[in-house]
């Protein structure tokens, strides 16, 4: 399954470089001052880039081993670069940026076959995705104090907000890909509205 795919090189470059340029020297003030635009922009453009440069045909004839290590791979990385740790590492070693900037890019690598695993392992996978950026938007948004110690609490609760917005986009875009190939199925939308009533009922208990 693809979403979408870019043909233009330079196109692919132009968003590898608008990814990467926040961590560099002369452009840090971007991530170091503005915790929404380090966690909203930079990292979905790190993983973005990574699935555009992976211009590879999809292998459909992986095992079912190596497409849960693909995906695995991909939801360790996104659940660790959402730590409040982690965000507060990269912003503080350039050591630790360089890693981001690896991670992310190469879980957008892998993300591209990963999408051709079955329908089942792609819906576990993304639906733990989108409930993990539930469960941190809300954490984040609902916080009393600051998770993250090189972020305003108010810059907290934005990505917070943010986060949960993701999750939503993420669930349309996969709701839209599905109707598009013509293999949505009444099943896939219970599995969909239970994820949203789950989560607006969560929102609703913390009230």
Same mark, same amino acid.
């Given at each position: 399954?693809?979403?979408?795919?870019?043909?233009?090189?330079?196109?692919?470059?132009?968003?590898?470089?608008?990814?990467?340029?926040?961590?560099?020297?002369?452009?840090?003030?971007?991530?170091?001052?503005?915790?929404?635009? !380090?966690?909203?922009?930079?990292?979905?453009?790190?993983?973005?880039?990574?699935?555009?440069?992976?211009?590879?045909?999809?292998?459909? !004839?992986?095992?079912?081993?190596?497409?849960?290590?693909?995906?695995?791979?991909?939801?360790?990385?996104?659940?660790?670069?959402?730590?409040?740790?982690?965000?507060?590492?990269?912003?503080?070693?350039?050591?630790?940026?360089?890693?981001?900037?690896?991670?992310?890019?190469?879980?957008?690598?892998?993300?591209?076959?990963?999408?051709?695993?079955?329908?089942?392992?792609?819906?576990?996978?993304?639906?733990?995705?989108?409930?993990?950026?539930?469960?941190?938007?809300?954490?984040?948004?609902?916080?009393?104090?600051?998770?993250?110690?090189?972020?305003?609490?108010?810059?907290?609760?934005?990505?917070?907000?943010?986060?949960?917005?993701?999750?939503?986009?993420?669930?349309?875009?996969?709701?839209?890909?599905?109707?598009?190939?013509?293999?949505? !199925?009444?099943?896939?939308?219970?599995?969909?509205?239970?994820?949203?009533?789950?989560?607006?009922?969560?929102?609703?208990?913390?009230?």
């Amino acid at each position: 399954m693809s979403v979408f795919s870019v043909n233009n090189r330079s196109l692919v470059f132009m968003i590898l470089i608008i990814a990467v340029t926040p961590s560099l020297p002369a452009f840090r003030f971007l991530i170091l001052n503005s915790m929404q635009f !380090h966690m909203l922009v930079q990292l979905p453009l790190l993983v973005l880039s990574g699935y555009l440069i992976n211009k590879n045909l999809v292998n459909n !004839h992986r095992s079912l081993y190596e497409y849960t290590g693909l995906w695995i791979w991909v939801l360790l990385s996104i659940m660790f670069w959402m730590l409040p740790i982690s965000m507060d590492k990269a912003v503080q070693s350039g050591y630790w940026d360089i890693f981001k900037l690896l991670s992310l890019i190469f879980s957008g690598y892998v993300l591209k076959p990963a999408l051709s695993a079955s329908k089942i392992l792609i819906f576990f996978f993304i639906g733990s995705i989108v409930m993990m950026l539930f469960f941190a938007g809300s954490f984040y948004q609902t916080a009393e104090s600051r998770l993250c110690s090189s972020y305003l609490i108010e810059s907290q609760q934005t990505t917070g907000l943010g986060l949960l917005l993701l999750g939503f986009l993420i669930l349309a875009l996969y709701g839209s890909s599905l109707m598009q190939t013509g293999s949505m !199925h009444k099943l896939d939308v219970y599995l969909i509205g239970g994820y949203l009533k789950n989560v607006l009922k969560g929102n609703e208990n913390e009230k």
